[in-house]
């Protein structure tokens, strides 16, 4: 609970974490897997314009279009739809919702208000049949990680979850973003399931995210960030933000920062408790909330009851 207070006024550091997740910390720390090597500077006191203003400068929207080997070489540029993702929703959007999976949304009774928002993004398998009240159950994106594809139990090819949405898949890459290693060796192989999908479903928009915009993030999520954070991949929470960021006027993120609801239930729909889930192991997800609690434009009281924070869009941001 003190933590949490501190998390919505911003001044949160990793030493106030229970001491299993700092020893998690800092075992990410020392294996390093991803090959991290920050280059980049310490710019820790940004206000909310400077930061706003670096994102705009910063952020590009980027998924795999074939035109790189290995891709280029494996006829990837005929596979990937030919509308490129920032193209693809239309210009006018004014605000979008995301939804993140934590419990803390359920009781929240924010459904109606989620789906009044022109479009909606939702991760991995998080379902809205059954909990209609507390997300709602319009989805326009989807952002799936590695596994969704690869582990039978989420029956990637005939839910109906994955089915009439927007996808959006990605994979840890090496930091170096080398696509040959990457595609030799993927956290988890992404691609033959995405190949096969492609071909059988050439009509619904599927997209997979470039490794250098998901380690463009990570590198901004450092530099503006005093302590050393996990050299792993932002989550998925992370991406989903800063891509509805570049496409929508105004971005609402509902329970990503927790309100009063906090509970160590990992996901509303699953029976299973980790703080980790919120607070992170893996990924620097602590560091991800701070920096996006200082870019909240929403009210406090909307903080702390709905767990909303409000974040302008890329494109409005003036310089
Ligand atoms: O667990 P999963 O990655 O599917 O959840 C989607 C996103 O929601 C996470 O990447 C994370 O950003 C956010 N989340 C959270 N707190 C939780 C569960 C998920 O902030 N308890």
Redesign the pocket.
Known sequence: RALLRRLWKGDASARMLHPRLQKAMGAYLRANKHGVRFRGRRAAGRSRAELLCALRGRVRVRTLDGSEPPFSALGWRALVPAVPLGRLLPRGLRTCAVV?????ILNSSLGEEIDSHDAVLR????PTRGYEKDVGNKTTVRII?SQILTNPRHHFIDSSLYKDVILVAWDPAPYSANLHLWYKKPDYNLFTPYVQHRQRNPDQPFYILHPKFIWQLWDIIQENTREKIQPNPP????LGILLMMSLCGEVHVY??IPSVRQTDL??YHEPYYDAA??LGAY?P?LY?KLLVQRLNTGAQGDLHRKGKVVLPGLRAVRC
């Open positions: 993140t999976s934590a419990g803390a991760f991995n398998s998080a990680n989550s998925s929470g992370f329970e990503y990992c996901h889930c919120t990924h997800l991800e």
